[in-house]
């Protein structure tokens, strides 16, 4: 019944900011206790954890990152929004969005996923 759907450009140019934003439905992101979930696949690679933000408005990024990474929420839209500053190619990826129940060691309910390309 909850339901998340990523959107934003398909495709940023090096060195611009990407900016996806997740809609949550049947469900707020201000609910005890869930993390809000940004995850990317890359062609060819596995998936990577970029970071949440929680019920609290707490935010968590994967030190992995090369690109500055900012999570942040709209509570009256029901949203949270990724961004992501300075991009290169290697950002290239599935972006998908989604959701972790305190204590769980998955997500139980994700978006669809939405292709970025970063190219000039």
């Known amino acids: 019944q909850v339901q998340l759907q990523e959107s934003g450009p398909g495709l940023v140019k090096p060195s611009q900011t990407l900016s996806l934003t997740c809609t949550v439905s049947g469900g707020s992101i201000t609910t005890n206790y869930y993390y809000w979930t940004w995850i990317r696949q890359p062609p060819g690679k596995g998936l990577e954890w970029i970071g949440y933000i929680n019920w609290g408005g707490g935010t968590l990024y994967s030190p992995s990152l090369k690109s500055p990474t900012s999570i942040s929420r709209d509570t009256s839209k029901n949203q949270f929004t990724l961004l992501l500053n300075s991009v290169t190619p290697e950002d290239t990826a599935v972006y998908y969005c989604?959701?972790?129940?305190?204590?769980?060691?998955?997500?139980?309910?994700w978006g669809q996923g939405i292709q970025v390309t970063v190219s000039s």
């Open positions: 989604a959701r972790r129940p305190r204590l769980s060691t998955y997500w139980d309910y």
